[in-house]
């Protein structure tokens, strides 16, 4: 899946592992690189973007920048999915408000919670719900999921069906889609991922009643000197149920074969893509690694072989019911996310400084010498001498007696077509006609 096309050696030995192909001349123009950008950081952005949703704070203490950046880790966001069809595919019964618990990052007085004993006790402060146990096709979760799937539909055609050309033609705008193609791991969970409801929490102006402690979660707290402020709620209002006996657990084992069928389902492309990028990682005879593929193979190897080892982890360890990585404030995770951003800004870095526009107007991180496999067809070098040397041109001159004669240019660039019959014809040739 991630096989990397570098700039081939011929027959010669190899000369060098990683070979460097700065263009410090390019002749890519300023809207020209901000298109190229765009496209480059459309995958990424979107795939965050829809993968973090809001979050509901039941403790009046915010989090700190580093507790909240592990959030935005790739790794973090396909971990949510999973539990998210999991927890629906176990479930005995299903409503609205499992749904929108599900899909909410709560942070409380213990740190972030997103157990399914919260996802029972936090309906007390629902202020709003969805208007079903799905999302609806007209909403932005589903223009999210929309777009998402477009994009993997793109990679899976570009490094599956036709991965020489993305191969030879990897450039910045492109370096991004195998994150595309696993953002299609939002599929099964994709009818069950809604922003339509809130909760009470700090962030709003209006009291609301103290909450029994019967139906309280030990880990929601409502402190005196700082009360929970916001709209009368669902349950203040009479129009939700939170009786005790709603809170009890109600769904399959994680070892039900419903759960084995679902971490099967994520589990294994995983492993699989983990497995493929890193065949990929250590340069092979007669092949010339550019910058950019050393760097992209490191980043999607250790993103996927870190995302299939710790899914795998907590699977075996039975903690594998949360919707918030266990994993999420551990100091080893944070650092593994910083890294993980390293290497993505090192990848945009090495690509934008090899990125290269060729004549025939594809762009491309390999050398020069790369370009008849990225343009396809062949070079002819304009000579004088021999050979094809430029273009000839019949030229129409006024007041002269013979009305047209044939000029030749040397010629600089790129034609694409293919060559018929040839026309014969026999004339003097000088230098004032060259």
Same mark, same amino acid.
């Given at each position: ?140 979760? =589903?223009?999210?999921? #929309? ?6 539909? $793109?990679?899976?055609?570009?490094? *599956? +069906? &036709?991965? !020489? ?77 939170? =009786?005790?006996?709603? #809170? ?6 994680? $070892?039900?074969?419903?759960?084995? *069928? +679902? &971490?099967? !389902? ?99 991180? !390999? ?68």
């Amino acid at each position: 899946m991630f096989t990397v096309y570098a700039e081939k050696a011929g027959s010669a030995i190899l000369r060098r592992a990683v070979d460097f192909s700065f263009q410090p001349r390019n002749n890519i123009d300023f809207s020209e690189w901000i298109a190229l950008l765009t496209l480059c950081l459309a995958p990424l952005v979107l795939h965050i973007v829809a993968g973090v949703p809001t979050t509901t704070y039941f403790e009046h203490k915010r989090p700190q920048w580093h507790d909240q950046i592990t959030l935005y880790n790739p790794t973090s966001i396909i971990w949510r999915y999973f539990v998210i069809t999991d927890r629906r595919v176990r479930a005995k019964s299903w409503n609205a408000e499992d749904m929108a618990a599900s899909n909410t990052l709560f942070w409380t007085a213990k740190g972030w919670d997103g157990s399914e004993s919260i996802m029972r006790s936090s309906r007390v402060f629902l202020t709003r719900i969805p208007s079903r146990t799905r999302i609806s096709f007209f909403s932005a979760t =589903s223009a999210k999921t #929309l777009t998402i799937t477009l994009q993997g539909v $793109q990679a899976i055609y570009c490094l *599956l +069906v &036709r991965p !020489l050309d993305w191969g030879v033609a990897m450039a910045i705008d492109s370096i991004f889609f195998p994150l595309a193609l696993l953002g299609l791991l939002r599929l099964p969970a994709a009818i069950w991922l809604t922003e339509d409801y809130s909760y009470a929490d700090y962030n709003t102006d209006v009291k609301i009643p103290q909450v029994p402690a019967s139906n309280r979660d030990s880990n929601v707290r409502q402190s005196e000197d700082r009360p929970f402020t916001q709209p009368k709620t669902l349950r203040a209002m009479g129009l939700l149920d939170a =009786s005790p006996s709603l #809170l009890v657990k109600s769904e399959y084992a994680a $070892q039900n074969w419903r759960g084995i *069928l +679902v &971490r099967v !389902l994520f589990l294994l492309p995983l492993a699989g893509f983990a497995l493929t990028s890193l065949c990929f990682t250590f340069p092979r005879s007669g092949v010339i690694f550019t910058v950019t593929a050393l760097c992209l193979n490191l980043f999607y190897t250790v993103f996927l072989c870190a995302s299939a080892t710790i899914l795998s982890a907590y699977i075996i360890l039975g903690r594998s019911t949360t919707t918030i990585i266990p994993c999420i404030t551990s100091c080893w995770y944070k650092v593994y996310t910083a890294f993980l951003g390293l290497l993505a800004f090192l990848l945009i870095l090495a690509a934008a400084l090899e990125t290269k526009k060729t004549p025939c107007g594809k762009h491309t991180t !390999l050398g020069k010498n790369s370009f008849v496999e990225v343009c396809g067809e062949k070079f002819f070098n304009a000579s004088t001498t021999e050979g094809l040397f430029g273009v000839a041109e019949w030229v129409t001159v006024p007041m002269q007696v013979a009305k047209t004669r044939m000029e030749l240019h040397k010629f600089d660039g790129w034609c694409s077509g293919k060559l018929e019959s040839a026309v014969f014809f026999s004339a003097n040739i000088t230098a004032s006609t060259l």
